[in-house]
């Protein structure tokens, strides 16, 4: 079982960002996750199926991702590592999640694993962003930024994003 992430946060760089602005955008850059599950299947575990192997593969969708050319600036790159870096503990989140699913039979165990990844993908990722960006102002807020920067080093450091 395993999450990969590609870039790594720390490597995420401008040229990541080849997605056209949309115009009249309030945003001064957009990244954009992409969660996949890799190939698994049902086994046995006593009396209830699980998950064999869960690889949860986290890449940018790079033609959705952009940046306002004249918005290119270290502090605004560092915001959005911060938004690849909490995406990347999202998968770990819905890995272990996913991980720890059983059931009656496979087919119940895959149907509640989708529901399950749907939610992670769908909800999670986009409440975590939301929080960070409303917090920050889109990372415009220095001191609020500086706060989560501390927040995200500590849950990068446990693999766990607290919100509470």
Not at 14 to 19: H, N
Not at 54 to 68: A, G, N, P, R
Request: contains cysteine; glycine residues 6%; neutral net charge.
């Amino acid at each position: 079982m395993a999450v990969t992430t590609a870039p790594d946060p720390k490597d995420l760089k401008w040229s990541d960002y080849t997605g056209h602005v949309p115009a009249g955008s309030p945003l001064d850059a957009f990244t954009k996750p992409r969660f996949t599950l890799g190939n698994t299947k049902a086994v046995k575990d006593g009396e209830k199926y699980r998950l064999e192997k869960v690889d949860i593969h986290l890449t940018m969708e790079k033609f959705q991702c952009w940046v306002k050319p004249v918005k290119k600036t270290a502090a605004l790159l560092e915001h959005e590592r911060g938004h690849w870096t909490m995406q990347s503990l999202v998968a770990k989140e819905m890995e272990s999640a996913l991980a720890a699913l059983r059931a009656d039979d496979p087919t119940a165990l895959f149907k509640v694993a989708g529901d399950k990844f749907d939610w992670y993908r769908d909800k999670r990722s986009g409440f975590v962003d939301k929080q960070y960006d409303d917090d920050t102002n889109h990372g415009a807020n220095a001191n609020r930024q500086g706060i989560w920067d501390g927040k995200i080093a500590v849950w990068a450091a446990k693999g766990s994003i607290d919100l509470a």
